[in-house]
Every structure is written in C-alpha cells, then in structure tokens.
C-alpha cells in the first residue's frame, strides 16, 4: 500500500528494526512497549514530538503494533489539531482481529481501562500475515481469546475453529487469512448497527467485564488475551452455558488460562468492576451466553449477587 508523504509512523519499541526497513522515507516516533505506558502523558509526549517534527492538519499517522499501539494512535489521531487522519498496520493477531476494528481508541486510568478514549475510525487497516509468524507463542495465544470470544457469538465461526484447531496452530497461511476474515466480518457486522455501544456492540465485551477486572488486579502482569479466556470461564458458568466445556477446551487447545492461578477476593473483584464503562450506578452489567450464538446483556445486576456467584465459583474450583 502507498502511504502519503506527509505520513507520520508511530510503533512500539519492540517493532523498531522492522519498522525502519519497512518504512524508510518517514519519520518514526518509537512509543515506550507495556500497558503501564498507555496513558495520557504518553499521549502528550507523542503530540509534542509531532510539533517537532512540523506536523500539521495534512499530516498523516501510521500506527504499527499491537492494540496498545492502535488504542493510542487512534485518540492522538483524533485530538491533535482537533482530528487528523490516520492508518492502523496491526502487528498481533489481537489487534488484527479485535482492537483495530470498530474505531475505539483510549488511554487507562489509575482506576481502570480505556476509561479515557473516543470513538474515531483509521482510513484503513492494514493486515500482514508475515507479522504473524514471528509472533511469540504467548502473543498468538492472547489472540486467540478474542477469536474463541467471537465464536461464541457466532456458531459458525466456532465450529470451524474447533475443525482446524491443528492448522490454526501451525499458522497455515490460507487458514489464518480465512480466519482473520471471518472475525473481522464477525465484529464489522456488531459495530454497524452500534457504532456508540450503546446497547448490541457490548456484546464484544463478553469476557471482559471479569477480564479487564483480572487485568487491574495484578496490575498488568496478567496479559489481555489470557485475561479474556479467565473471563470467559466465568461468564459462561455465571449463565451455565450447555457448551461450556467446548469453550473451555478450545480455551486450554490454545495454551490459554481458563482459572486464576491465585483468585483474587470477591469484594475486590468487584470493586474493579464497578469502574467499567459499562456499569450503571452502583450495579453491574455482564455480557454472558446462553448458548453457542445466543449472548445476553444483563443489566443493573445487584453488586451482592455477583460477589455471591464469585464467592461460589472459587469455593468450586
């Protein structure tokens, strides 16, 4: 793809090498890699170093990394200048699934995730395989949980996974490029009837509510895929869904966690809980299936009863 000339490349750390020979006649602003650096000051510092290079309202932004990198680009993208254009060149199997689609962008607070962000679209996505056979083996895993996440609100999708579970993990081309297609389809489809997650697109947050809540706890040791797939144990015996140990299986197939190696206490879960976006007053809103391709959205569910269920499930497991 041509990228404009007014282009602006901005990447993790980590991606730097590649970055240089892929992107020789822009230049390249290298963000600090981790979780603990998506916030607002990086947001400053990366506007600041945009000033310097003389950017202005034709300037154009790359965003090549993983979601963190993407999150980022995307809100510097929409407040500097009041809103300038730019690309996204996801480089997980997470970002090319899950965080790249659907025009989120955002920044964490002490308090939460993404609890500072906006809504403001790339002009385009840009999707290259190669990227993916040298992602670590973790990083392939962490995507992973978005694409099981994703078959569970679509049959479909989940029974094809569970057929070509072996040339998933071989990282067969042609099954990949099917795959990261049938996600983003998948998604694509949620985001345009709810573009503002105002009701149907929280069901993309299935898993997430419990994950996001693991996430904070232990304050980013435990990566967002793996989060996600512990989520997802949760939410489906929260619903007792039928599939349950499909989902589970499919989860530990995939080299994911599917229970904390240390459960965090339920008053603190939570409390963690209590400063997602979703939440309504002093309740809680969970994203759970039914069944494979039946999701439901419970809203203003009292805190005492999830405390309750969390209660439950670790004395069971």
Not at 3 to 24: E, G
Not at 268 to 289: E, F, Q, S, Y
Request: glycine share 8%.
């Amino acid at each position: 793809m041509r990228y404009p000339k007014s282009s602006v490349v901005i990447c993790d750390a980590n991606l730097l090498p590649q970055v240089k020979r892929l992107f020789k006649d822009f230049p390249i602003i290298v963000l600090p890699s981790g979780e603990q650096h998506k916030r607002l000051s990086t947001v400053e510092w990366t506007c600041n170093e945009l000033i310097k290079l003389g950017a202005d309202r034709q300037t154009v932004l790359i965003g090549v990394g993983g979601g963190i990198v993407g999150d980022m680009v995307g809100l510097i993208a929409n407040l500097f200048m009041r809103g300038i254009q730019f690309y996204l060149l996801p480089t997980t199997l997470l970002a090319m699934v899950d965080s790249s689609i659907g025009g989120k962008t955002g920044v964490d607070l002490p308090g939460g995730k993404n609890l500072v962000g906006t809504f403001y679209p790339p002009a385009a996505v840009v999707v290259n395989l190669t990227f993916l056979k040298t992602l670590p083996a973790v990083e392939f895993s962490n995507g992973m949980a978005e694409v099981i996440k994703h078959g569970i609100l679509d049959k479909t999708l989940f029974n094809w996974l569970e057929k070509n579970t072996k040339q998933i993990k071989l990282r067969n081309s042609t099954v990949l490029a099917k795959m990261i297609r049938m996600n983003v389809a998948i998604k694509t489809a949620i985001v345009k009837k709810d573009e503002r997650e105002q009701q149907q697109r929280m069901l993309l947050n299935l898993g997430h509510t419990f994950g996001h809540a693991f996430e904070l706890l232990s304050d980013y040791t435990l990566p967002h895929g793996q989060a996600v797939a512990i989520g997802l144990a949760y939410a489906t015996a929260y619903s007792q869904m039928p599939e349950r140990n499909r989902v589970l299986a499919l989860l530990t197939e995939f080299g994911l966690p599917t229970s904390l190696v240390k459960p965090f206490s339920p008053q603190a879960i939570v409390r963690t809980m209590l400063a997602d976006k979703k939440h309504r007053g002093h309740t809680i809103t969970l994203i759970t299936p039914q069944r494979l391709g039946h999701v439901h959205i419970h809203q203003n569910l009292p805190i005492r009863q999830v405390e309750q269920f969390i209660r439950r499930y670790h004395e069971a497991n």
